[in-house]
């Protein structure tokens, strides 16, 4: 038995659950309630204590164990959410390095320290020398409670105010600068960074106090706001102001709202919009959206109007998509959000706000305006439409040829094709060209997912041959539902990167296995770095790349990876939906009978009708089915195996065929 193993035999599914979610209730078999990862009004979410599972039947549409679970509820890894459970379980992980403890232990200093400094900080504010500070709050319209509610500060005008409270309170002055409160000097010399400021703590996702933002208050000092420097806590690329805030929000509303600074979260919040973080800037990064995507894969960007819509900005923020920080976090331009919601199967929009405002001032001045504008939010790639043909003069032919050549980029990283044909249709009419000369453009500057330019030879894209798609169909009919054998051609093939970033990871519902997926994302080079995974998850990688493998063609392997994804999506649903049939079966028996004891109730906890809602499963599975016989034969037209005008699926399933 392995680590993950032992913490998962030690605990009950139900009563970790309950714990997160007081309304589980019993329901025949299994367990009910409204799911805790959206809003709804019939309870979806259904555990089950025979397998030790969870899934949502709801908007979520996902599943899995007792780990995945904490993780996806606590906004975790995989690494804090099994540390998490074991702790709970009562079983010792593998015993911390000594170099591991010793990290842990300056992380505690240095949390301390923070906690300290903001204490200090706010009881400035409150005090004579921070009369200057709370005028500006005056100005800005933060009330007490805002301060309160946000503890807010003042960083003394002076060079060792701050040092000098925390080095008496017991604190080091190696602790002070590694937290970044204070700077060393050439000379040795240690002063105060903060000075003459106000003063926006800022946490992480888990609450904890990991750096500042600190705002100037007199005109002529540079930078008009500063930040905590690169600390061991602080990763200003990695972390959005508000998270602690409003992740919950952000869960149960199914969407996260992207501002640029703090002062924009505190109104948004402070007008009812809890949904809402800042990225500190306008760049956000790919550390940023991997911190989103554990609570929904719908972000609106509310970008101010100078920052939202000119071209040359535009231009700037792709300049600076390229550019990575000192820890190697990439700025996600226009053209990288777009890979980006492809990879993650995402809904990311924008909302350009009105000429002079910004989301503080417009949500102050009127709050349904601002409402409405997110409401309204566009697609990325219709924005950057917008802005580059309202760039250019449609009269001209130059100028369109100049809209044309900006787009095509774009379109080129785009990976679903009915969505992208759409988009070329739409570039096409507006310059006033036929879609044949805007996909020949394509085919020269196609780009992928990760954004590196390559040039594809001319002609339909390579598909796989009979025996490779019979040899697919044999791995993916093997237990447990094609999990394995989807991660085994992932993790072996290079080839499989570009469509291997683009699967669901909740398909990966055995921890093991998500764990390998989210190191294989996470690490370009994992085959060189194994040794540093957990030895569980090494364990299993190392099964995972010895397994044998089929010799797909190179060129096929892309189009393997998607195929055996979605048909293990449209299975596993399958799966899910003939359990629901059963269990509603079971109820309308039961009803029959006179006993309605075990019948699904809603979220009132009146009896749902069981004749009603097994004609809705069915015709759900039906449809399903239907799904799943379409993607399949798409895929044999396109390999060859069946010509187009075979007839349609419901033949087809006369016949018997797939």
Not at 109 to 123: I, P
Not at 366 to 379: C, I, M, S, V, Y
Request: aromatic share 6%; proline share 5%.
């Amino acid at each position: 038995m392995t680590t993950i193993d032992d913490v998962k035999s030690r605990l009950d599914i139900v009563d970790v659950v309950s714990g997160y979610v007081p309304e589980l209730k019993k329901a025949g078999r299994t367990y009910k309630a409204p799911c805790p990862f959206h809003n709804e009004r019939t309870p979806s979410f259904v555990v089950d204590p025979e397998r030790q599972t969870w899934h949502c039947f709801g908007a979520c549409s996902t599943g899995g164990d007792v780990l995945e679970f904490v993780r996806r509820r606590e906004g975790l890894d995989f690494k804090e959410a099994l540390r998490l459970c074991a702790e709970r379980a009562g079983v010792e992980l593998r015993p911390p390095t000594q170099r591991e403890v010793q990290q842990r232990e300056q992380y505690e200093r240095l949390l301390q320290a923070n906690e300290a400094a903001a204490v200090f900080f706010a009881s400035h504010l409150k005090g004579a020398d921070g009369a200057q500070a709370r005028a500006y709050c005056d100005r800005r319209g933060l009330d007490e409670a805002a301060i309160e509610t946000w503890q807010l500060g003042y960083a003394p005008d002076d060079w060792r105010t701050l040092t000098d409270h925390l080095v008496a309170r017991g604190f080091t002055e190696d602790d002070i600068v590694d937290s970044g409160l204070a700077i060393r000097s050439e000379n040795g010399r240690v002063y105060d960074r903060f000075r003459n400021r106000l003063m926006f703590p800022t946490r992480d996702a888990r609450r904890r106090l990991i750096g500042f933002g600190a705002r100037a208050l007199n005109p002529e000092d540079e930078p008009k706001y500063l930040n905590t420097p690169q600390t061991p806590l602080f990763d200003k690329s990695g972390n959005l102001y508000g998270l602690d805030r409003a992740n919950d929000d952000i869960r149960r509303g199914d969407r996260a709202v992207v501002v640029e600074g703090y002062m924009d979260v505190i109104a948004a919040h402070t007008f009812g919009f809890t949904e809402v973080v800042a990225s500190n800037g306008t760049a956000i990064t790919e550390k940023q959206m991997d911190l989103l995507k554990r609570y929904t894969h719908n972000v609106v960007l509310a970008l101010d109007a100078d920052n939202a819509g000119s071209a040359a900005t535009l231009r700037g923020v792709e300049v600076a998509a390229g550019v990575a920080d000192r820890r190697g976090s990439v700025s996600l331009g226009y053209g990288g959000l777009i890979s980006y919601q492809e990879v993650l199967d995402a809904d990311i929009r924008v909302v350009a706000l009105p000429e002079g405002e910004d989301p503080d001032s417009l949500v102050r001045k009127d709050t349904e305006r601002f409402r409405a504008l997110l409401d309204g939010a566009k697609p990325v790639l219709d924005h950057i439409f917008e802005v580059i043909t309202a760039s250019v003069d449609a009269g001209d032919a130059r100028g369109r040829s100049k809209a044309v050549e900006t787009l095509v980029p774009y379109l080129g990283r785009i990976g679903d094709e009915v969505v992208r044909s759409s988009y070329v249709q739409k570039l096409a009419r507006f310059a006033q060209v036929d879609e044949a000369t805007i996909l020949r453009r394509l085919a020269e500057r196609r780009q992928f997912a990760q954004g590196q330019p390559t040039r594809e030879p001319a002609g339909p894209r390579p598909v796989a041959t009979k025996q490779e798609v019979s040899q697919a169909k044999r791995e993916k009919s093997a237990p447990p539902d094609g999990e394995v054998q989807l991660l085994q051609l992932i993790v072996q093939r290079h080839e499989s990167r570009g469509a291997g970033l683009s699967v669901d990871p909740g398909l990966f519902e055995d921890s093991l296995n998500r764990a390998v997926y989210d190191a294989w994302v996470a690490d370009i080079d994992l085959d060189e770095h194994a040794d540093t995974l957990e030895p569980d998850i090494r364990e299993r990688y190392d099964a995972l790349c010895a397994a044998p493998l089929p010799e797909y063609e190179a060129r096929h392997v892309p189009e393997m990876v998607t195929a055996m994804a979605r048909e293990l999506r449209t299975r596993r649903q399958q799966q899910r939906l003939q359990a629901v049939l059963r269990e509603q079966a079971e109820a309308l028996k039961s009803a029959r009978r006179g006993s309605t004891s075990d019948a699904p109730t809603d979220a009132n906890g009146a009896a749902d009708e069981p004749v009603t809602v097994v004609g809705e499963v069915a015709d759900e599975f039906i449809e399903t089915t239907r799904r799943q016989r379409a993607l399949t034969r798409s895929y044999q037209v396109a390999a060859g195996i069946r010509s187009a005008e075979d007839g349609d699926f419901a033949q087809a399933g006369e016949r018997g065929e797939p």
